[in-house]
């Protein structure tokens, strides 16, 4: 049963990725009062897109899938605003320099002009404050306190949704014990992304591929998606396990690598690379599952949620999201 209207009381919710975003939503839509909190420049976690030299690259989520009827009106949400659209980009397998075409029939949607498209419209209308990290939560009376790395206090609130990676969410719930451990079982994998121009067109018969010849896990051609630029960006995803191997490479030293690696998967050489760089996802996706939609501690009123709940995509994050609000507003 929900709670009436205004009666949810006052919920910080700090990360504003799409999972905290979907909870915050979700609150709002309840009568919460809501306030969120991220410590980057932006909203959309690693939903993201990354500019530079005039050059865009989708560098952490590169599509979405929607498998879950439940996620069909967000996704429905989103299309209608122009947030996002379909991607028809030619899908394939890499190995050993050959690529054959995917035979799946998986419809992929993508954020347009970029992923942090999808944030964005998340977004629109709520209470956002960017580039506040908050380093912990304190109990003061019947409320919580989050307190910020400058030292501001920000409060009071009943309640608080903790939407970042499980790790770095366990600092945060450490006043709610049980919360505490049961994150701690999560495990996250790294991603090195590398992030590269080409001068000219790469010989390449797809557009996105899933690549079996390690170190490279996936790699796509950005201006194929909807909305970007004609240049000819590409994405290139290490294995979390060469990433895990190789966490403390330069920018320039895993980009370096990973693009030698994807002139070896492709077996043709590559054209001359105008700009190249890389960017480190130490908590990419999801080893071991929490196994449950979200994880809530009702007396204490702090719940967390997040794509390392079941799963580690852009639709579990949402629904994580959803589920974790929906459960606040019930008395
Ligand atoms: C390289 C890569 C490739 C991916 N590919 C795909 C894909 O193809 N398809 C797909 O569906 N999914 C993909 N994903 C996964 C997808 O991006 C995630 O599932 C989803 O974006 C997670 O959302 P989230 O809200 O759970 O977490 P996040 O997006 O991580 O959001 C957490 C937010 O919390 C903020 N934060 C963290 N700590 C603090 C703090 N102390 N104080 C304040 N703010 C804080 C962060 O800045 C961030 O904005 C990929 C991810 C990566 C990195």
């Not at 190249?276 to 994880?295: I, N």
Request: aromatic share 8%; proline share 5%.
């Amino acid at each position: 049963m929900k709670v009436a209207e205004g009666t949810v009381g006052r919920v910080a919710v700090v990360g504003a990725g799409l999972s905290g975003l979907a909870a915050a939503r979700r609150l709002t839509a309840g009568g919460a009062s809501v306030r969120i909190f991220d410590k980057a420049r932006g909203p959309g976690g690693r939903c993201s897109t990354r500019r530079a030299e005039g050059h865009a690259f989708d560098h952490g989520a590169q599509y979405f899938t929607c498998r879950d009827p439940a996620f069909e009106p967000w996704v429905a949400q989103w299309r209608a605003s122009g947030a996002v659209e379909r991607w028809r980009g030619r899908i394939a397998r890499l190995e050993a320099g050959r690529s054959r075409p995917d035979s799946g029939r998986t419809e992929r949607f993508v954020g347009v002009p970029g992923m942090s498209a999808l944030g964005r419209a998340l977004a629109r209308g709520l209470d956002l404050t960017l580039g506040c990290r908050i380093e912990r939560l304190e109990r003061d009376g019947r409320h919580w306190r989050l307190v910020d790395a400058d030292g501001a206090a920000h409060a009071p609130f009943e309640q608080v949704v903790v939407a970042v990676p499980a790790e770095q969410a366990v600092p945060l719930v450490e006043p709610v014990p049980d919360l505490a451990v049961a994150l701690g079982q999560v495990e996250m994998e790294p991603c090195w992304a590398a992030l590269v121009a080409f001068e000219d067109r790469v010989a390449a018969d797809f557009d996105g591929a899933f690549v079996s010849d390690a170190p490279l896990s996936w790699v796509a051609r950005n201006g194929s998606k909807p909305g970007r630029p004609a240049a000819e960006c590409w994405v290139l995803h290490a294995t979390p396990d060469w990433t895990r191997s190789r966490l403390e490479l330069s920018r320039e030293q895993a980009a370096e690598a990973l693009r030698e690696a994807f002139h070896r998967a492709l077996g043709a050489d590559l054209p001359r690379a105008v700009h190249q760089d890389a960017h480190r996802w130490r908590y990419a996706s999801t080893g071991t599952a929490l196994g449950r939609p979200f994880a809530f501690d009702r007396a204490s009123g702090v719940g967390a949620c997040g794509d390392w709940c079941e799963g580690g995509r852009v639709e579990r994050a949402v629904l994580s999201g959803e589920a974790l609000a929906q459960a606040m507003l019930q008395t």
